[in-house]
T-cell receptor, first 116, second 109 residues
Framework: GAVVSQHPSRVICKSGTSVKIECRSLDFQATTMFWYRQFPKQSLMLMATSNEGSKATYEQGVEKDKFLINHASLTLSTLTVTSAHPEDSSFYIC????????????FGNGTRLTVT | GQNIDQPTEMTATEGAIVQINCTYQTSGFNGLFWYQQHAGEAPTFLSYNVLDGLEEKGRFSSFLSRSKGYSYLLLKELQMKDSASYLCAVKDSNYQLIWGAGTKLIIKP
């Protein structure tokens, strides 16, 4: 089945620094990738939709200058959390889908970010 | 507004059967997905329904009634490893995924 690789799986950083999370589709071309955030015991919250070669579409309430998304190729999207604060600590998950509308999302394994 | 409802938590016994319900009110419908998510891990795809009826896949089955805005996920022969959260998600008329809050399933020996 389709595989999405997300890296790193865990990261601890100091307040004020930036962290980059990579999401790669390994065996299919993902024209669209999605970035989610999940708080403990809560469902997925869509942060932004990333389209290859164009600017990401951010959901209401998500700061685009803080969460920089780049979708440079059909297999790679990155999320950079800039000037991280402790409240940014969360579980970030990327997902990708191939071109067929009926295909399910394929999720990366997630990144546990802890900002100290 | 768009809304997906599923129970917050359910408990079942190992070896038994459990049904997790999902009702939805969305602007349009282009398919319903069920995902399983173990604590601390990303969701994994379980099933997809776009037409009315039952889709069976091993121990798991998913049912859809579009006229009622209703789906259920049926898990048979429950195993301890089935303890997880189960997320219902609906694709609306804009092909946007609307997520339910998830149902935490606790399996007891």
């Amino acid at each position: 089945g389709a595989v999405v690789s997300q890296h790193p799986s865990r990261v601890i950083c100091k307040s004020g620094t930036s962290v980059k999370i990579e999401c790669r589709s390994l065996d299919f071309q993902a024209t669209t990738m999605f970035w989610y955030r999940q708080f403990p015991k809560q469902s997925l919250m869509l942060m932004a939709t990333s389209n290859e070669g164009s600017k990401a579409t951010y959901e209401q309430g998500v700061e685009k200058d803080k969460f920089l998304i780049n979708h440079a190729s059909l297999t790679l999207s990155t999320l950079t959390v800039t000037s991280a604060h402790p409240e940014d600590s969360s579980f970030y998950i990327c997902s990708a889908k191939d071109r067929e509308e009926a295909s399910p999302l394929h999720f990366g394994n997630g990144t546990r970010l802890t900002v100290t | 507004g768009q809304n997906i409802d599923q129970p917050t938590e359910m408990t079942a016994t190992e070896g038994a059967i459990v049904q997790i319900n999902c009702t939805y009110q969305t602007s349009g419908f282009n398919g319903l997905f069920w995902y399983q998510q173990h604590a601390g891990e990303a969701p994994t795809f379980l099933s997809y329904n776009v037409l009315d009826g039952l889709e069976e896949k091993g121990r798991f089955s998913s049912f859809l009634s579009r006229s009622k805005g209703y789906s259920y996920l049926l898990l048979k022969e429950l195993q301890m490893k089935d303890s997880a959260s189960y997320l219902c998600a609906v694709k609306d008329s804009n092909y946007q995924l609307i997520w339910g809050a998830g149902t935490k399933l606790i399996i007891k020996p």
